[in-house]
Each structure stands twice: as structure tokens, then as C-alpha cells.
């Protein structure tokens, strides 16, 4: 019997770790061909390393427009085509008060969580949309559909991230190409651990304000980024799949 995503050639940004690193193995395991990057080259490799056969890394700062488009041209080039991309690279800022932050943080935060996955669908959109066919997956967060104190500019470019995804989606329904996003609820990941370190204690609080009394696990947000990519959800564009152990019913 053939993979789900048998033929397929996948990029994931931001691979080396967390949710990216088990979306990259999982559409591995459902037969895809997958790019692995990551502007860490070493923890990038480690993903290839675990994924085995098939797999590559290619070093990418997806704030950076021209190292995003040589990592479309160079897939395209090792591979012939491209037909999933899951634009997932993503950082945290420090925590304060909006009239506190960093203005330098600010710009990063932004630069890396909202620029990037511009900079992504603007070298990707351009291969997809002359093959007439793709899926494109953004990480956005529960943050990008609500708020909570302290995390301003954050919360800011993963709202943004959803209004990108509207726009992308609707600015081309009808070539084939769709572009989803998803809203993780907190992930158990380093970016969630530094956090932690940062403020003891922030793990459990997190867990109590969510139904299902934990945070998600990076494999809980692949499957979700599965389902997007693959066939299973061939009428499903410019949607924000929330997988948030209940927290959007409360
Ligand atoms: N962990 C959570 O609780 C959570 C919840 C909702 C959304 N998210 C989002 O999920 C995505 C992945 O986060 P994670 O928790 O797996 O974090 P992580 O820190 O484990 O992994 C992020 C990866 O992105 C890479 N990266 C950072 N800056 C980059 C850049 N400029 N170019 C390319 N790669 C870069 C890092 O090297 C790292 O490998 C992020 O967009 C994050 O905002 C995370």
C-alpha cells in the first residue's frame, strides 16, 4: 500500500527542534521526501540524522529573503518540484510589558516569527502556483488568536501570521494551492523550556489553564500539520486548526 504522502517533497523551517523537528519525521513516515532547515545547522543535521534516507538539511534564516529563496531554488533543484512547506521557524521574546519591551527585541521577534513566513510564502507561492498544486502550513499559536499579559510582540506577529494565511489563502483559491495555518496551545519544547527557566513554575501555571491539565507535545501539532498537507483535507484553505486540548472551548 503507498504512503499517504509517497512522491511528495516537503520543506520544514525551523526543523532542528520541537514541533518542527517531529513534523519533519512525521511526513517522513507518511512517505514524503523532506528538506530539513533550520538556521542551527547542527541540531538540522541531527533531524536528517534521525530521519535517515531521503532526507537533507539546507541552513536557512527564514528572516533573511535571500537564504529562504535559495532554500526553495535548492529544493527545487534536488528534487524537481515542491509540494508541502510548513513554515514553522519561530523564537520568543523576553517577557515585559509592552511599553518595556526591547524595541530591538520587538523588531526581532517580528522579523523572525512574521517576516519569515512571508518570506517563505513569497519564494514557495512562486513554485506551487506554476505546478498548480501544493499545501502550505504556517505556524501561528493559540497567542495569535488571544492574548495574555506580557508577550506583546509576540502575540502580535502570530496574529499576523493568521491574517497572512487569510490573504495567501484567498489570493489563491483557485490554483491549487491552499495555505492553512496552525494554533499550537503551549508545546512541550525548548522554546517553552527557556521560558521555564526564565520563570519557574511557568509549565505548571500554563497546564492549569488548559482542559486537558497538560501542554501538548511536539507530535501532537504534526499530526495536525499531517492532516493539512496531505489530500485528507483537499477543500480545506485559509482555516486556523487550533489543537489546544480544549482551551478554545472554554
Ligand atoms: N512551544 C510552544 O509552546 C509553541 C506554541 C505555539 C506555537 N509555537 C510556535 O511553533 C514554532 C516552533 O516552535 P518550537 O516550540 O518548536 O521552538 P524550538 O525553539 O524548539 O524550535 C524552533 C526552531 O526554529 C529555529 N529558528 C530560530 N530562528 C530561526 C530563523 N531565523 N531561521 C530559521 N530557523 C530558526 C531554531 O533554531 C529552532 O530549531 C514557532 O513558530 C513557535 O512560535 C510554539
Not at 230 to 237: N, P
Given at each position: 500500500m503507498s504512503k499517504l504522502l509517497e512522491g511528495k517533497v516537503a520543506i520544514v523551517t525551523?526543523?532542528?527542534?520541537g514541533i518542527g523537528r517531529a513534523v519533519a519525521v512525521t511526513l517522513a513516515g507518511a512517505g514524503a521526501t523532506v528538506v530539513v532547515s533550520d538556521v542551527s545547522e547542527g541540531t538540522g543535521q541531527e533531524t536528517v540524522d534521525i530521519i535517515g534516507d531521503g532526507a537533507g538539511f539546507i541552513r536557512t534564516d527564514v528572516a533573511d529573503q535571500a537564504s529562504v529563496q535559495n532554500l526553495v531554488d535548492e529544493t527545487v533543484r534536488r528534487h524537481g518540484r515542491l509540494d508541502i512547506a510548513h513554515n514553522n521557524a519561530g523564537i520568543s521574546g523576553q517577557v515585559g510589558l509592552l511599553a518595556d519591551l526591547d524595541p530591538d527585541d520587538w523588531a526581532r521577534v517580528v522579523a523572525v516569527n512574521l517576516t519569515g513566513v512571508f518570506n517563505c510564502l513569497q519564494a514557495e507561492l512562486k513554485v506551487l502556483v506554476a505546478q498548480g498544486s501544493g499545501s502550505i502550513i504556517n505556524t501561528s499559536s493559540v497567542l495569535g488568536l488571544g492574548a495574555i499579559p506580557e508577550q506583546g510582540h509576540y502575540i502580535a506577529a502570530k496574529h499576523g501570521v493568521i491574517g497572512l494565511t487569510k490573504a495567501a489563502a484567498v489570493d489563491y483559491a483557485k490554483t491549487g494551492v491552499r495555505i492553512n495555518a496552525v494554533a499550537p496551545a503551549p508545546v512541550r519544547t525548548a522554546l517553552v523550556e527557556k521560558l521555564e527557566a526564565e520563570n519557574p513554575g511557568y509549565i505548571e501555571r500554563l497546564s492549569s489553564f488548559i482542559p486537558a491539565g497538560k501542554i501538548a507535545e511536539p507530535g501532537d501539532i504534526a499530526e495536525a500539520v499531517l492532516y493539512l498537507a496531505?489530500?485528507?483535507?483537499?477543500?480545506?484553505?485559509g482555516t486556523v486548526l487550533r489543537v489546544d486540548g480544549a482551551l478554545a472551548a472554554m
Open positions: 525551523g526543523a532542528g527542534s496531505s489530500d485528507a483535507s483537499r477543500f480545506v484553505s
